[in-house]
């Protein structure tokens, strides 16, 4: 009997990519991988791309923008929408306009960054990256005058008396007329297309899985939410994981090719300085 071909996997334990993938690597979908999983934040996950440690991976689109020679992207897995960008938030209103504020942002090779710097590019070179569940304590305890919050905290920011600065995924959205780009699921480009197709097609099937179990949230997603509220977990999964989850499609490629535009763009600029 052959032995399963062993796939190395990257995603985060956050309730979208869990929900994800639960069906896919726990084998409730029919395939023939055996699957090297790791968990990590997205920056984590960002960073190990960099090095091509996995070869299928979870990664922002901005980090994907700059690992385009050794990573395809899939067709499904990927975290796009409206109006679940990332948020500025502060405990008070900010001078926007002044050099001395510092800003905690989820990573540099995030899309939250991107979007950020694209937002305030006066601001680029004042931030600071942390992990991105730390930033709402950074922000309230003072290490930060401000943070770009992602994933949960975007429900839970309020709740701890911080207020919204600038919704940056609305501003993306009013800018660019698209879906805000977050995150997507790249494939080593050393796999055969047919075999590229095969896993993309996989990975719509295991988030299909999911979706027809719900209201119900398989216990892979409650071990790894980290405490969360099983509402936050819906909350999380309604929206994050949508029809562009499924299949990008023409309006989900085309988001992202505003954001390459936007990418190359500010990459000329630096190029001819």
Partial sequence: MNQPTAISIGFSPCPNDT???????????NNEYDWK??????EALNQFAAQQHFDVTKLSFFAWLQLQEHYDLLESGSALGQGCGPLLISKKQLDLSSDAIRIAIPGKLTTANFLFSSCFPNLKNQTVPMLFSSIEDAVLSGDVDAGVIIHENRFTYADKGLQLIVDLGSWWE????????????VIKK??????????????????EYAFSQLPNLSSYVKEHAQEMDESVMRKHIDL??????LALGEKGHTAINHMKAYYE?????????
């Fill in 240 to 245: 994050y994981v949508n029809d562009y989850t």
């Fill in 19 to 29: 929900f994800i993938f639960d069906a896919l690597i726990h084998h409730k979908i």
């Fill in 190 to 207: 050393s796999y055969p297309e047919a075999e590229k197709k095969a896993i993309g097609n996989l990975i719509r099937q295991s988030t």
């Fill in 265 to 273: 763009k500010a990459l000329s600029a630096v190029e001819k300085k």
């Fill in 37 to 42: 999983v790791t968990l990590a934040d997205v």
């Fill in 174 to 185: 009013q800018t660019t007329q698209t879906a805000i780009p977050l995150g997507g699921i």
